[in-house]
T-cell receptor, first 116, second 113 residues
Framework: NAGVTQTPKFRILKIGQSMTLQCAQDMNHNYMYWYRQDPGMGLKLIYY???????DKGEVPNGYNVSRSTTEDFPLRLELAAPSQTSVYFC???????????????FGQGTRLTVV | AQSVSQHNHHVILSEAASLELGCNYSYGGTVNLFWYVQYPGQHLQLLLK??????LVKGIKGFEAEFIKSKFSFNLRKPSVQWSDTAEYFC???????????FGTGTKLQVIP
């Protein structure tokens, strides 16, 4: 049972380059999320999705795009990389709405991105 | 929307010492609180969660947390820490507006052998 899988684990980008962070889950979860983690700042939500074909912005969406063509995959796209996007990125998923209780978010192992 | 705050940013303990990490939450309706742990270089893992019922919640690896409504607190405790508990600990809650988990800023725990 793989859970949530993220690739790559590490990446160095030059300013202005683009890349896609991959995220896949095999738990048939409807909800998927992208967070970025910066030291002393906790985790901030970038984008989330409540099901295939449906995505919405989180707290810090600028500079990013997402798509959700299947239940399993939720890639995050950086179009024009900037130094401010240097961070650790986590993908997560949950079976249903967290407000219903008795559910939790499962996290991938993270992607450490450096923009130089 | 609910939010959580953690005031201890960095805690250093010797092995076998007792641990208590603070977490305060703002009440926004339905209570749902989590503690996650992130070991160095690894992903976040759920330690324990509270939605209702017994306010003393037992989690994995000997951790527990107590929900105290009158104090708006959900502190994480462990009677005797080990070197392997060195990690960053995040208190979290549900934020209805985004259907997501909202995290505190985290507490780095360093356990000295």
């Amino acid at each position: 049972n793989a859970g949530v899988t993220q690739t790559p684990k590490f990446r160095i980008l030059k300013i202005g380059q683009s890349m896609t962070l991959q995220c896949a889950q095999d738990m048939n979860h409807n909800y998927m999320y992208w967070y970025r983690q910066d030291p002393g700042m906790g985790l901030k939500l970038i984008y989330y999705s409540v099901g295939a074909g449906i995505t919405d912005k989180g707290e810090v969406p600028n500079g990013y795009n997402v798509s959700r063509s299947t239940t399993e995959d939720f890639p995050l796209r950086l179009e024009l990389a900037a130094p401010s996007q240097t961070s650790v990125y986590f993908c997560a998923s949950s079976l249903g709405r967290l407000s219903l209780g008795n559910t939790e978010a499962f996290f991938g192992q993270g992607t450490r991105l450096t923009v130089v | 929307a609910q939010s959580v705050s953690q005031h201890n940013h960095h805690v250093i303990l010797s092995e076998a010492a007792s641990l208590e990490l603070g977490c305060n939450y703002s009440y926004g309706g339905t209570v749902n609180l989590f503690w996650y742990v992130q070991y160095p270089g690894q992903h976040l893992q759920l330690l324990l969660k509270y939605f209702s019922g017994d306010p003393l919640v037992k989690g994995i690896k000997g951790f527990e947390a107590e929900f105290i409504k009158s104090k708006f607190s959900f502190n994480l405790r462990k009677p005797s820490v080990q070197w392997s508990d060195t990690a960053e600990y995040f208190c979290a809650t549900f934020s209805g507006g985004y259907q997501k988990v909202t995290f505190g800023t985290g507490t780095k725990l360093q356990v000295i052998p």
